[in-house]
């Protein structure tokens, strides 16, 4: 099955800093690749994805790359603000014979620093 | 809009308690279903994922089981919960291919 890692666990950058959180797949069939924000004590919301068809989005401050080649896909934030702190986690999803599976990585631990 | 609805919101039960968690979706028909559990401090886990009535996949096995009685309707159920079931279960839907998950608001369950 499809395995997704994701690194680093923690990242502290300053106020106005960029940020990347880079994250690798291991089954070359999953053409989905969504991003989600979690904030403290609740429930994980999409920010921005990327199909298997497309190697680079942006929207405003954040931008998703994806290079399927080596199977790996980052995000990028930029102009950091004290609200990004939060944990970011990578999906990956694959079409199997029972729907739409998304495996997430274990989650990076974004500080940004005022 | 979809929405989706989940409760309760908070749980606390002793352990070899049954357990029934319930999960709904409006505004859509035929959506993709999900359960997610989160322990404390990490990533999301997979537990059971169904694509209409009667279909659900099992990833992990344990004592944790899932029905769909009806197209908008997924529930999580326990026989007797142990204290490894503490955590953040969250419920998910997704409606077409290549689209994104979107979360209830989940239900913290503390297992005594």
């Known amino acids: 099955g499809e395995n997704v890692e994701q690194h680093p666990s923690t990242l502290s950058v300053q106020e106005g800093d960029s940020a990347v959180i880079k994250c690798t797949y291991s089954?070359?069939?999953?053409?989905?690749f969504p991003w989600y924000k979690q904030e403290l004590g609740k429930r994980p919301q999409l920010i921005i994805d990327i199909r298997s068809n497309v190697g680079e989005k942006k929207d405003q401050r954040i931008a998703v790359t994806l290079n399927k080649t080596a199977k790996h896909f980052s995000l990028h934030i930029t102009e950091t603000q004290p609200e990004d702190s939060a944990v970011y986690f990578c999906?990956?999803?694959?079409?199997?014979?029972?729907?739409?599976?998304?495996?997430f990585g274990p989650g990076t631990r974004l500080s940004v620093l005022p | 809009s979809q929405t989706i609805h989940q409760w309760p919101a908070t749980l606390v039960q002793p352990v070899g308690s049954p357990l029934s968690l319930e999960c709904t979706v409006e505004g859509t028909s035929n959506p993709n279903l999900y359960w997610y559990r989160q322990a404390a401090g990490r990533g999301l886990q997979l537990l059971f994922y169904?694509?209409?009535?009667?279909?659900i996949s099992s990833e992990v096995p344990q004592n944790l089981s899932a029905s769909r009685p009806q197209d908008r309707q997924f529930i999580l159920s326990s026989k007797k919960l142990l204290l490894s079931d503490s955590g953040f279960y969250l419920c998910?839907?997704?409606?077409?291919?290549?689209?994104?998950?979107?979360f209830g608001n989940g239900t913290r369950l503390t297992v005594t």
């Open positions: 169904s694509v209409g009535i009667g279909q």
């Open positions: 998910a839907w997704s409606i077409v291919t290549n689209s994104p998950l979107h």
């Open positions: 089954d070359s069939a999953s053409n989905y």
């Open positions: 999906a990956a999803s694959t079409l199997d014979n029972y729907g739409q599976n998304f495996v």
